[in-house]
């Protein structure tokens, strides 16, 4: 079994939608974790949670303990309202206990034992000094990190540690918009070619994922048309690295890890939070592609993986 360890906030959501308002746990790391856990991988989660966290009981009921740690500060918290087109405006950052996630707590012994690694968005040069304690104590640990906006968008020096980051990194997974946040540069085939990663996927949405791997670029499309109404779509792009990091780490194969995390994604959004893909439980990643295929079928097929109407 893959063991893999995901690290970065874990947060109280409220959220604001066509379909309503919802206060729900959240955040990427925890988003991450779980679609990693849907595919039968033994997941870690590496956070801190606030005195007042009110959701300590989806968490500790997922994921085994020695990785969390509570904090005497208010908890993390996002309001996020979207538009009818589903673009996201953050209304609130309270970032409170996350901010106490620390170096020391990636490299104890027992973690660094894992397959792999992901880290969430997290303020970049912290990010970096994490990456950097990792190689040195792990050099074989898979990485992958991903990132946020909100931090590209701060000051140079973030973009600048984000990129030493994607150098000594495995994985590094942006959306095409913090790509170009990342390098000033709009085209992305060539914003692309100027990050010094080893492995960097761009996800383009309903186009799918641009693969660059070494100096070869490749495009995986993406498997549209899976959800036509979605519910929620919060943390889609959080359980999107993770599916894609458990995929990779067990198959080594970038394109079924690129359409696999597309399809958790998706079936993601056809619930709150991440109602849907906790019910979830894969034997082995091909089995996504089942699911994916059911759709085409009778709907109540779906109640084989979901537990119940999709």
Known sequence: MVKAVFVGH???????????????????????AMAAKSLGVEALLVT????????KEVIYSNFPPQGIKLVE?????????????????????????????????????????????????????KVLRMVEAIKRRAPGLKISINTCSHYLER??????CLLKAAELADVTIVSD????????????????RKVKAKILVVTLGELGALIKEG?????????????K????????????????LATYTATGDLH??????????????????????????????????ELATSFKEAHQKLTKWLGGPA
């Open 177 to 192: 918009h913090e790509l170009r946040l990342l390098t000033g540069v709009e085209a992305i085939a060539m914003a692309a």
């Open 256 to 289: 079924k890890a690129t359409s696999i995390a597309s399809i958790l994604s998706a079936i993601k959004c056809l619930g709150w939070n991440f109602e849907r893909i906790s019910k979830l439980r894969f034997k082995e990643v091909d089995e996504v592609f």
């Open 229 to 244: 109404n979605p519910v929620d779509t919060t943390g889609a792009g959080d359980v999107w690295c993770g599916a894609f």
């Open 48 to 55: 801190a949670l606030g005195y007042d966290y009110p959701f």
């Open 73 to 125: 500060m208010p908890s993390t918290r996002f309001e996020i309202e979207y538009d009818d087109s589903w673009n996201a405006k953050y209304l609130k950052v309270e970032i409170g206990a996350g901010s106490k996630i620390t170096v020391s707590d990636v490299v104890k012994p027992a973690l660094l034992r894992s397959d792999a690694v992901h880290l969430a968005p997290m303020n970049p040069p």
């Open 10 to 32: 874990v947060s109280v959501d409220k959220v604001r939608n066509l379909n309503g308002e919802r206060v729900q746990p959240g955040g990427a790391a925890l988003y991450a």
């Open 215 to 227: 100096d070869n670029v490749e495009l995986t499309p993406a498997l549209a048309g899976l959800v």
């Open 155 to 160: 000051n140079p020096r973030n973009r600048a």
